[in-house]
């Protein structure tokens, strides 16, 4: 990982910050020739803006008070309609596969492998060489680390060979439960099994160690299989003039066969038999750390799959907190709402397991990060729950239930309308990720968020109304018992809280004691001038800070973080990453039939390879060139094509030649070189950024080639996702910030509305982006799912605040914004601490996924509850919309004396309905 180039902090700001002046730009460009009839066009504005509200107001309303009418049909309804949804979670398919989850889908190296696969057959079975696959493998490692400190010793060597004869002693079995054993399924090379390392315990190197020999680095010559090439498998190499004088550590590499489907299953097998055998190999004369190719999607997945259990006890605290959020501040058990809470957030499960159940019955692979979208979901839900309660509370308590209800949906649901739909259109916007990590998380947290909308305004409106005809008939909130009505006094606290009670009379009675916290502080905060010029302060300082954040993000994926740390993969790739280089072997593809005796094609070919071997990623000690070779054989002869491949059968007959067979496709029918490859090494290159880099120079060479040809590595699969994480990240998100516009357009068309969204949306990312460094995260396809997710969270606490002040009523901005919190301020204070406990118990996961999410998350809130409760309430109060004066409202009285056509719509917005 490495910090972006010098240009690219300034590119990142930049590009988060563009939607947001467009916004901007376009709204004064439209306003500024008007700028002299500003009245005008303010009273334009808000005429507009009443009117969607008013549109939209009524269809909620309406809806509202048809759910008001038949709650207990509606319940039942969708209670069976979640269950059913919920057997789709029978067909859950979980891909763990790490190639496939966090490289990029069709990437041209997928593709290039792909190709590679096709044109060259698979001879792991034959003539296996690591250089020439097109993937990874199948594949177990052992790295052996001497007591002693140094492996030319031949002591040490002798014990390390009952280590490699010990792996010879593990077995499995196949589909049909017979016994395999290494021998049946290794890859072969040389007649015998593909051990990466065991020249190391051959008799020839440990005789050359012992009578002090110089051994050359990086080949050592063996007598019959020639120079074997040896850089790659020993850790910490010390060496002098071509001579290896000490090591530290050894690898040994054991390749299985791939070459058919029965021998792919079967390696599998072998893959866990290894793992479990080596847990429980122990040496007192070396240290051993070991993995397999699937070690690291299996260690991701048990560790994602013991994290999700945390969703139990998070399950249990929102329950917890629900209920005691809804405790009324009256003692009474006739206006208790604790059953409201417990509805809210079963909604909130039920959402939960519906969108598995879709998602899985439609086909959707469930991947490991998608474990953490119950968490997510659980915390909009509650937040939602908030929402209508607060709407709830503050309607008219003179007025029937079905007004209530309907008033309840007016307000609160045009909220939790915006709210929800920003949620899906960022998730939406994800879905086109070529990660596929990034791709499912956001399919099944899209259709969660609409099945948690959905249960909030069906569920739990129906169990809003339930509990109004409890109250209504003043039975307890939980034997639902007809009691006596409180006589107020009378009674002692304590009888009262048991036998009596009553249905609340006003807003104050049905608030809880947490409801009454947010209207107490928030507007002290923001009310003083001195408190607006320190808030304003605190924000530049907070915008100063995130921007030099940005200047120290990176870039890549660390794979040791995917796993425990306790964990055995863990160890290994420790030592891997610390002791050995990081070389890859690179093929350069010609996929195409070519005149290789042409002298001009092989003038073009040495000059690609001399133009690669320019690199100074690329080492010039280790090239596997047939043609080169073949040009200093006997039979060579280049005076036509037939002639040349004649003489390149008799080259590749030859034993010594071996390692050339597979590079090189024939067309026997007309004696012409179908296909060809050439091989060499790049240096070690740690850094993730450095390994795009890499990556892209070998593709830019070999594009600048007038041959059909192109380079591969199977390293070049997992190098894909640090060459477009950044880019996929800012296109996505501006998707998600255009969408997310798009909506608090339709639903609060005010210029001045969209000015302060876009700017409490920029700063909000900025500050996600430019706090990752001090979060010790980077960025990543992980990190991406959190950025994707913060911007419909952006948007839901800005939208309630703005949502807040429009209806609201005052005599100056100060006095409207002081009303408007008291309207939002309580829902908005539950949805922030409902979000942090529904992630809290993530900050205990031991998985890098989880863990970061809880990290990101935090900020998420803590930046969005911020900007929603300090900047924007300063900003509104300095210059917010104003609306005209509305007449008095004639408070409780549901029809004027004499008129049948008028009615009041309640002591919410104070604002006549003309019937």
């Not at 489907?261 to 070991?290: G, L, P």
């Not at 990590?437 to 959905?454: E, K």
């Not at 429009?806 to 829902?827: C, D, Q, T, V, Y």
Request: net charge negative; glycine share 6%.
């Amino acid at each position: 990982m490495t910090p972006l180039h010098d240009s690219t902090p300034c590119f990142v700001v930049c590009q988060i910050l563009m939607p947001c002046s467009v916004v901007i730009q376009i709204l004064l460009c439209v306003c500024n020739p008007l700028l002299e009839k500003r009245t005008n066009i303010m009273a334009g504005c808000n005429k507009c803006y009443e009117f969607i509200e008013r549109k939209i107001g009524d269809g909620l309303e309406t809806y509202g008070r048809f759910v008001a009418r038949h709650p207990v049909k509606i319940l039942l309804i969708m209670l069976l309609a979640n269950g059913l949804l919920s057997l789709g979670m029978f067909r859950l398919n979980y891909v763990i596969d790490v190639q496939k989850v966090y490289a990029p889908l069709n990437s041209q190296a997928i593709k290039d492998s792909d190709k590679l696969a096709n044109t060259f057959p698979d001879t792991s079975g034959s003539a296996f060489l690591a250089y020439q696959m097109p993937d990874f493998g199948k594949q177990a490692e052992v790295i052996v680390k001497p007591l002693n400190g140094d492996i030319l010793n031949a002591t040490f060597l002798n014990q390390v060979k009952t280590l490699y004869d010990f792996l010879y002693t593990i077995s499995s079995t196949d589909a049909d439960g017979k016994p395999v054993n290494l021998q049946q399924i290794c890859a072969r090379s040389f007649g015998n099994c593909s051990i990466d390392g065991d020249i190391f315990v051959g008799n020839e190197f440990i005789y050359a160690v012992t009578t002090g020999t110089p051994i050359s680095y990086p080949s050592f010559m063996h007598s019959t299989r020639g120079p074997v090439y040896y850089e790659q498998i020993v850790g910490n190499a010390q060496v002098n003039s071509g001579v290896l004088q000490s090591a530290s550590m050894l690898s040994l590499r054991v390749t299985l066969r791939t070459d058919s489907s029965y021998y792919s299953d079967t390696a599998k097998n072998w893959q866990n038999s290894f793992i479990d055998r080596m847990k429980e190999y122990s040496s007192n004369d070396f240290e051993i750390v070991f993995s397999t190719a699937d070690s690291l999607s299996t260690e991701l997945n048990d560790n994602v799959s013991g994290d999700i259990a945390f969703f139990s006890v998070t399950f249990t605290l929102m329950i917890t907190y629900a209920c005691f959020a809804t405790m009324t501040a009256r003692c009474d058990v006739v206006g208790q709402k604790q059953n409201l809470g417990y509805a809210g957030v079963i909604a909130a499960a039920l959402a939960i397991a519906s969108a598995f159940g879709l998602c899985c019955a439609v086909g959707v692979d469930f991947v490991s990060i998608v474990g953490v979208m119950p968490f997510l979901i659980i915390g909009i839900g509650v937040d939602d729950m908030f929402m209508l309660i607060s709407g709830l509370i503050n309607s008219d308590f003179s007025s029937t239930i079905e007004k209530r209800i309907g008033n309840t949906m007016r307000t609160s649901g045009v909220s939790i309308t915006i709210t929800s739909l920003t949620d899906l259109l960022a998730f939406a916007a994800g879905t086109s990720s070529v990660f596929l990590s990034v791709r499912n998380f956001c399919i099944f947290s899209g259709v969660a968020v609409v099945f948690c909308y959905i249960n909030q305004v069906t569920i739990f409106a129906a169990c809003i109304t339930i509990n109004e005809n409890r109250t209504e008939q003043n039975r307890h909130y939980m034997t639902c018992r007809v009691l006596e009505k409180s006589s107020e006094d009378t009674n002692p606290d304590c009888y009262k809280f048991c036998c009596t009670g009553r249905k609340p009379k006003s807003t104050r009675e049905a608030e809880s004691f947490l409801d009454k916290v947010p209207k107490w502080i928030l507007p002290r905060l923001f009310a003083p001038v001195r408190g607006k010029i320190i808030i304003l302060l605190l924000f530049c300082v907070y915008l100063a800070v995130s921007i030099l954040g940005v200047t120290e993000m990176k870039q890549g994926l660390d794979l040791r973080n995917l796993v425990d740390p306790d964990s055995y993969y863990y160890k290994y790739r420790e030592w891997l990453d610390n002791n050995f280089p990081g070389g890859t072997p690179v093929s350069i593809v010609f996929p195409d039939k070519m005149t290789y005796s042409d002298f001009k094609i092989q003038s073009q070919i040495n000059d690609l390879i001399t133009t690669a071997n320019s690199e100074d990623t690329v080492q010039n000690n280790f090239e596997i060139n047939w043609l080169s070779s073949y040009k200093m054989y006997p039979t060579y002869d280049n005076s036509s094509e037939a002639n040349f491949v004649t003489g390149l059968w008799s080259f590749l007959a030859d034993i010594t030649n071996n390692r050339f067979r597979n590079d090189i496709i024939i067309d026997n029918s007309s004696l012409t070189i179908r296909s060809s490859r050439i091989h060499f090494m790049s240096e070690s290159i740690k850094d993730s950024q450095d390994q795009g880099n890499f990556m892209l120079t070998m593709r830019d060479i070999a594009d600048d080639s007038s041959l059909s040809v192109f380079m591969f590595s199977p390293a070049f699969i997992f190098y894909e996702q640090y060459v477009v994480v950044l880019s996929q990240t800012l296109q996505t998100m501006g998707i998600a910030v255009a969408m997310v516009f798009f909506v608090t357009f339709i639903f609060m068309p005010h210029p001045l509305l969209l000015v302060y969204v876009s700017v409490a949306v920029a700063m909000i990312t900025v500050g996600i982006f430019g706090f990752l460094p001090f979060l010790g995260l980077t960025l990543s396809s992980i990190t991406m799912i959190h950025i994707i997710m913060s911007i419909g969270f952006s948007v839901d606490f800005v939208a309630h605040i703005c949502h807040g002040y429009m209806i609201s009523e005052g005599e100056s901005r100060n006095e409207r914004m002081r009303n408007g919190l008291n309207k939002a301020g309580a829902p908005i204070f539950h949805g922030a601490v409902s979000s942090i406990l529904g992630v809290v118990m993530l900050a205990a996961a031991k998985s890098y996924v989880f863990f970061s999410f809880f990290k990101v998350m935090s900020i998420v809130i803590t930046f969005g509850i911020a900007h929603a409760v300090l900047l924007l309430p300063v900003i509104l109060s300095l210059i917010g919309p104003s609306l005209p004066k509305l007449k008095p409202e004639v408070p409780h009285k549901t029809k004027l004396e004499g008129q049948t056509g008028i009615e009041l719509n309640g002591v919410t917005n104070g604002a006549l309905k003309v019937a």
